[in-house]
């Protein structure tokens, strides 16, 4: 193993040029403007496995393309599939960043850049760690396969028909993904519960054209105002969702997990400190991680209507419009809520109004069981990259594929997240930090080694 940690250290200037250059292409999925980007990040990691001499392929889809790879088979060793996302949220607003969001800069020893933690930095510790293997020891202790798509950001859309089509390429005996976090610096996490989501938009159109407010006002509903009460019948003052059967799957948290949860070094002043807020809300009844981790929530994520330039027009939009999502916990099924939705909205529809809801994307919510040989190999290997043992956490975030893993291959799935809730993903001046770039790569480099001692099958 030593010629391996040595290679490590004396590689850590070029893994780093080599997470610059893919942090330099601007792989947005969800904008067509940059279609040829997202193609060309997926070409860097094919040309990265390539050179590993791992049989690679990039398969197109209607959409974005996917990457597949994979190292020569191990006899007797468990198969590892890697999974993780090249594909990028849009980097607006573009005049809060610090450093341009295409152009990787290096500050106080983190990497500021779009991706850097969600997910290009943190997926390619795998990339690494297996090209220090092949580099240094020769061949891998286990057969690794790569999946890396570029429409995460987007729901996935494509990939759950490629898992379905593809379930004999996909074989493995685990799933490993880095795209969450550590619970806090210097405390590394394994994340074994992510919620799920159901994405809409809500589109209501009033008269043929925007109108004066005070000749019209009054007797002409006023579609930014029904937006307004739609929007505000879905979740009351205590935090609780209104759609009718929300709650209806919801497991009740145990006591288990509550005092797991309440044994973590989590402070409430901390946390609104970090985010720089006075004062926290939420669901009555449960505590600021439980809320994020485990309970169900609404949040608009984005509402237009009438006059948003400088100074005052007195006008009556003739339309208004929001986007929200629902973040959802095992068990509750996005398709019937899209239906429930559907007939509360529709019963709130004032006359003079026509409303449309779009139906984005839904996944549901998932926890894989903490006992498994899997997961002390995991365990194991994140102590000898972070020299700490992990904690066992659940994360707010949703990765929609997992449950395809879950369900189709019927795997156990690794959640090691490398990241830090502070690492600004979706907004400006995302970074992720050098060291954990390092100590991730050092872990999973550690990971094929231990996961290579599991019998499969045994598991
Ligand atoms: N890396 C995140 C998932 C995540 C976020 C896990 C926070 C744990 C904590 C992933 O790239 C992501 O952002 N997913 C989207 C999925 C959605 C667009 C379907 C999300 O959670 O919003
Ligand atoms: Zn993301």
């Known amino acids: ?14 893994f780093e040029a080599d997470l610059c250059e893919l942090l330099k292409i601007p792989s947005v999925s969800t904008d067509s403007r940059y279609k040829a980007d997202v193609r060309d990040a997926a070409a860097w990691l094919h040309r990265q496995f390539d050179q590993l001499g791992f049989e690679t392929k990039i398969f ?36 809060e960043w610090k450093s341009p969001p295409f152009e990787p800069t290096i500050r106080d020893g983190n990497i500021y850049a779009r991706g850097a933690t969600d997910d290009k930095g943190q997926m390619l510790t795998h990339v690494k760690s297996v090209e220090a293997w092949i580099k240094s020891v020769g061949k891998l202790p286990l057969q690794v396969k790569f999946l890396i798509e570029g429409e ?37 996490a394994i994340t074994y519960g992510l919620k799920g989501i159901a994405y809409y938009e809500l589109k209501l159109f009033g008269p043929k054209q925007d ?22 019948s879905l979740i009351d003052e205590k935090g609780k969702v209104q759609v009718p059967g929300f709650y209806d799957d919801v497991d ?13 070094d989590f402070s409430d002043a901390d946390f609104m400190r970090s985010i720089g807020v006075e004062g926290l809300t939420g669901e009555s009844g449960y505590s600021t991680l439980e809320r994020r981790w485990t309970r169900p929530t609404f949040d608009i994520n984005g509402i237009t209507s009438g ?32 239906e429930s939705l559907k007939t509360h909205l529709e019963a709130l529809v004032p006359p003079g109004i026509r409303m449309e809801l779009i139906d984005f994307h839904g996944a549901p919510g998932f926890v894989v069981p903490l006992d498994s040989p899997y997961m002390t190999a995991a365990a194991a290997a994140i102590e000898k990259g972070f020299g700490r043992p992990p904690v066992f956490i659940r994360e707010g975030g949703s990765i929609p594929i997992v449950t395809s893993f879950v369900e189709q291959l019927g795997v156990d799935v690794l959640l090691l997240g490398w990241g830090l809730n502070d690492d600004n993903t979706h907004s400006p001046n995302e970074k992720f930090c050098l060291a954990d770039y390092h100590r991730g790569i050092k872990a999973s480099a550690a990971l094929w080694h231990t996961l290579s001692k599991i019998t499969p099958n045994q598991a």
């Open 60 to 95: 197109e889809t209607p959409g974005h393309p996917i990457v597949y790879a994979e190292s020569p088979a191990v006899p007797g060793a468990p198969v590892a599939l890697v999974y993780g996302h090249y594909d990028v949220q849009p980097p607006e607003p573009l005049e």
């Open 1 to 14: 193993m030593s010629e391996l940690q040595t290679f490590l250290t004396e590689n850590r200037s070029k």
């Open 307 to 338: 006059y948003q330039g400088e100074g005052a027009k007195t006008v009556l939009p003739a339309k208004a419009s929001a986007k929200f999502s629902f973040r959802l916990v095992p068990h509750q099924d996005p398709a019937q809520l899209s």
């Open 252 to 264: 009740p948290l145990t006591d288990e997990e509550r005092n797991q949860f309440g044994s973590l």
């Open 152 to 188: 995460e950001e987007i729901g996935s859309e494509h990939l759950t028909p490629f898992i379905q089509e593809h379930d004999d390429l996909l074989e493995c005996d685990v799933v490993v993904i880095s795209d969450t976090s550590q619970f806090g610096p210097g405390q590394p």
């Open 211 to 232: 109108l004066h407010s005070g000749t019209f006002g009054g007797a002409v509903t006023n579609p930014a105002n029904t937006l307004s009460k739609m929007l505000s």
